[in-house]
């Protein structure tokens, strides 16, 4: 059978736990015995652990009688871990037992757990998209992504926030069992097999500026204030009273981004709006947020979202 440990705590997620659980649980009703997944939750102590909901989670194993081989060995998120590092027992776990494992990982802000153990250097890892540039800032010999749902770094899992739990371990039964038995677990479940898309289209995709009367900030609130209409560099430039050349460099080094793809992140946010609460078409919600043509908003939202605009309609329109 294939071993598989979720170190749990007091305030762990709870749906961190139970998504992999049910999807490895699922998978189980599908292949061979001797291929099945053997699930054990670690924790500190053999009583009750209260996640953040309140719920009572019961571990099968302590840290102390589970410092062995797993074929897979994850640990799940908290609301707490991004603010407050995790418990010496389980970091000791951590450090003794995923140098024994096969695969090891972790579920939303779990890669803290991971931070604190050193064992995100030089890896491409991702949690969910708030506490994301927090990982980065923490851990910054960490290649942190802030869109993907779960990426494989070699033997490494890491996931999204929360659900995205479940798109990682049925990522682990795609491999294990092939595409099939995942594709069957997903349709038991009623999830995706593939999510489309990444976590920008989940989260506020604009961030404030640092310093709100700083002239980035200017450029930035005229732009959101004026959307509909076309902008070029010199023209932004000259909002902010700068020089085209100066104002480019510094707007990147602040930002991370360029003003092109700026602007097109309102103009993004804006139709994310439109489509998710009215039925205008396409062209119309184009044309009102500065793409001009459907076609371009397709184009854009493909490219940084990963979905089409019907397609992000269908999955959050609310009417």
């Known amino acids: 059978m294939r071993s598989v ?3 749990i705590f007091p305030d762990v997620q709870a749906l961190d736990v139970a998504g992999p659980v049910d999807v490895f649980a699922e998978a189980n009703q599908f292949v061979a015995q001797s291929e099945c997944y053997e699930i054990r939750l670690i924790g500190s102590t053999e009583a009750p652990i209260r996640a953040s909901n309140g719920m009572q989670l019961v571990a099968d194993l302590t840290y102390a009688d589970a410092v062995r081989s797993f074929d897979i060995a994850l640990i799940a998120g908290g609301p707490k871990l991004p603010v407050a590092p995790p418990r010496k027992n389980l970091i000791d776990w951590v450090i003794k037992t995923i140098p024994l494992c096969k695969r090891y990982g972790s579920i939303c802000t779990g890669a803290f757990v991971l931070g604190q153990a050193g064992l995100l250097n030089g890896k491409r890892v991702t949690t969910h998209w708030q506490n994301a540039p927090q990982l980065a800032q923490q851990f910054p010999e960490a290649q942190v992504d802030l869109d993907s749902i779960y990426i494989r770094d070699d033997n490494l899992l890491t996931s999204a926030g929360v659900t995205a739990g479940i798109d990682a371990a049925l990522a ?12 069957t677990v997903a349709k038991r479940l009623l999830v995706f097999a593939q999510r489309r898309g990444g976590q920008s289209q989940f989260s506020p995709y604009l961030i404030a500026p640092i310093d709100e009367h700083s002239p980035m900030a200017k450029v930035q609130q005229f732009v959101m204030n004026h959307f509909q209409q076309q902008f070029s560099v010199d023209r932004l430039a000259a909002i902010a009273g700068m020089s085209s050349r100066n104002f480019a460099r510094l707007f990147v080094q602040l930002n991370q981004i360029t003003p092109h793809q700026f602007i097109d992140q309102i103009r993004i946010d804006n139709a994310r709006r439109l489509l998710e609460s009215s039925n205008l078409p396409l062209k119309t919600i184009a044309f009102e947020c500065g793409f001009m043509t459907a076609e371009r908003m397709r184009i854009v939202f493909s490219k940084r979202l990963g979905v089409t605009p019907n397609t992000y309609r269908m999955s959050f329109n609310a009417l």
């Open 172 to 183: 682990i039964v795609a491999e294990d069992h092939g595409a099939g038995i995942a594709l």
């Open 5 to 7: 440990a979720i170190a």
